[in-house]
């Protein structure tokens, strides 16, 4: 069969997505450059690493990896509802929030459903709804890259089957405020699902102005799934876990019956559960990530370029050339970071916070980049 064949084989709706823009691997990067040395700030990974505990936890899950693991991630079910005062039976559980999107998507949405989202978006929040056979709106950010909270109810109607978006924004790293948040909530129509990715959340609740997104959504009386991670602030990108918050049980229930059995492995479970309970790791973390944000933020502004408003791991700008262009000339410096390429946002870029010399050098390899690139356009 040549190619065409092939590709006919897939769903329609799958042959019309591209891929997912994953982040490089460093090792790949050194590889094809030839280098010694690179800074990985594409994928906004935790430069901190794991607390000590994850090590010794998940050696000790390695002993037991013969055998499947909790099916219902009890120990880290019964964790996270002291931490959070929620009950242990609106907890769900997956390889990644990621896939708790991909399970989502295929349990609540079918052909000519209408879905709303924003964009610049995390490109799954599209991906997955569109190869269920959704019709996704985007919903585009103010030119300041904030939500336009006012486009957003407007583009909500009674055929709006679910709301779905990140907050903090990835890739833009804004949130919205307590007035905003109960403003969205109150348009929902009344058959709509919320579904709030809070993947960043760890690092947004460590600035006193994000609200308690969790809290108003709750009391809203409105059906929702709350996404969070454990690989970003706590480190544990590798292992692939995260979780949702439901609003009723039997939301749960929906989503266990099409998730795989065991999509959360044995030692990922142990990592989180000893993750969660080291809090000074994590503020640590948190501190570092904040600290050295406003400190780009500033170097950035230095260089002529404007940030968009960032309480996350990471901040979104753009320069006036192609992203793409600026990213090469990037990787070739042995610096790592995403060029976003959804239509109309080409020239954006986004930077994960690092480590303090992996900062320096991404700072300093930019100035020569965007130099260069201006030398060449004189």
Same mark, same amino acid.
């Given at each position: 069969?040549?190619?065409?064949?092939?590709t006919?084989l897939?769903?329609?709706?799958?042959?019309?997505?591209?891929s997912?823009?994953?982040?490089?691997?460093?090792d790949?990067?050194?590889?094809?450059?030839?280098l010694?040395?690179?800074?990985?700030?594409?994928?906004?990974?935790?430069?901190?690493?794991?607390?000590?505990?994850?090590?010794?936890?998940?050696?000790?899950?390695?002993?037991?990896?013969?055998?499947?693991?909790?099916?219902?991630?009890?120990?880290?079910?019964?964790?996270?509802?002291?931490?959070?005062? $929620?009950?242990?039976?609106?907890?769900?559980?997956?390889?990644g929030?990621?896939?708790?999107?991909? +399970?989502?998507?295929?349990?609540?949405?079918?052909?000519?459903?209408e879905? +709303?989202?924003?964009?610049?978006?995390?490109?799954?929040?599209?991906?997955?709804?569109?190869?269920?056979?959704?019709? $996704?709106?985007?919903?585009? #950010?103010?030119?300041?890259?904030?939500?336009?909270?006012?486009? #957003?109810?407007?583009?909500?109607?009674?055929?709006?089957?679910?709301l779905?978006?990140s907050?903090?924004?990835?890739?833009?790293?804004?949130?919205?405020?307590?007035?905003?948040?109960?403003?969205?909530?109150?348009a929902?129509?009344?058959?709509?699902?919320?579904?709030?990715?809070?993947?960043?959340?760890?690092?947004?609740?460590?600035?006193?102005?994000?609200?308690?997104?969790?809290?108003?959504?709750?009391?809203?009386g409105?059906?929702?799934?709350?996404?969070?991670?454990?690989?970003?602030?706590?480190?544990?990108?590798?292992?692939?876990?995260?979780?949702?918050?439901?609003?009723?049980?039997?939301?749960?229930?929906?989503?266990?019956?099409?998730r795989?059995?065991f999509? +959360?492995?044995?030692?990922?479970?142990?990592?989180?559960?000893?993750?969660?309970?080291? /809090?000074n790791?994590?503020?640590?973390?948190?501190?570092?990530?904040?600290? /050295?944000?406003?400190?780009?933020?500033?170097?950035?502004?230095?260089?002529?370029?404007?940030?968009?408003p960032? #309480?996350?791991?990471?901040?979104?700008?753009?320069?006036?050339?192609?992203?793409?262009?600026?990213?090469?000339?990037?990787?070739?410096?042995? +610096?790592?970071?995403?060029?976003?390429?959804?239509?109309?946002?080409?020239?954006?870029?986004?930077?994960?916070?690092?480590?303090?010399?992996?900062?320096?050098?991404?700072?300093?390899?930019?100035?020569?980049?965007?130099?260069?690139?201006?030398?060449?356009?004189?």
């Open positions: 069969m040549n190619a065409n064949d092939l006919l897939a769903r329609a709706e799958v042959r019309e997505l591209a997912y823009n994953a982040g490089l691997a460093a790949a990067v050194r590889k094809r450059f030839g010694t040395r690179v800074a990985k700030l594409g994928s906004n990974e935790n430069p901190m690493g794991t607390a000590p505990a994850v090590n010794a936890a998940t050696t000790q899950a390695c002993h037991e990896i013969a055998l499947y693991p909790d099916s219902g991630c009890q120990a880290l079910r019964s964790a996270l509802s002291e931490k959070l005062d $929620v009950p242990e039976d609106r907890f769900v559980f997956g390889n929030s990621e896939d708790l999107l991909s +399970v989502i998507s295929r349990v609540f949405l079918d052909h000519d459903d879905v +709303v989202t924003v964009v610049p978006s995390f490109g799954l929040h599209f991906i997955f709804p569109v190869a269920a056979g959704a019709r $996704v709106i985007g919903v585009p #950010m103010t030119d300041q890259g904030t939500f336009d909270v006012a486009a #957003m109810i407007s583009a909500l109607t009674p055929h709006t089957h679910v779905m978006f907050c903090p924004s990835n890739p833009v790293g804004c949130t919205l405020s307590a007035i905003e948040l109960k403003q969205l909530l109150d929902l129509p009344p058959k709509c699902l919320l579904v709030f990715d809070e993947a960043y959340y760890e690092y947004a609740q460590w600035e006193p102005e994000y609200p308690d997104c969790l809290g108003l959504i709750q009391a809203s409105k059906p929702f799934i709350l996404l969070r991670t454990f690989s970003k602030a706590y480190s544990l990108a590798g292992l692939r876990i995260g979780y949702g918050i439901v609003s009723d049980p039997l939301l749960a229930d929906l989503i266990n019956r099409l795989t059995p999509n +959360v492995n044995r030692v990922a479970q142990a990592a989180a559960v000893a993750a969660l309970a080291d /809090e790791h994590l503020n640590a973390g948190l501190s570092h990530v904040a600290s /050295e944000r406003r400190r780009l933020e500033i170097a950035l502004q230095e260089q002529g370029i404007t940030t968009a960032s #309480m996350a791991n990471f901040l979104f700008f753009s320069t006036p050339y192609p992203a793409e262009v600026i990213n090469q000339a990037l990787l070739r410096e042995g +610096v790592i970071i995403k060029p976003w390429r959804e239509a109309g946002y080409t020239q954006y870029l986004r930077v994960s916070i690092g480590s303090c010399e992996d900062n320096d050098l991404f700072l300093h390899s930019l100035a020569r980049v965007l130099a260069a690139q201006e030398t060449r356009t004189d």
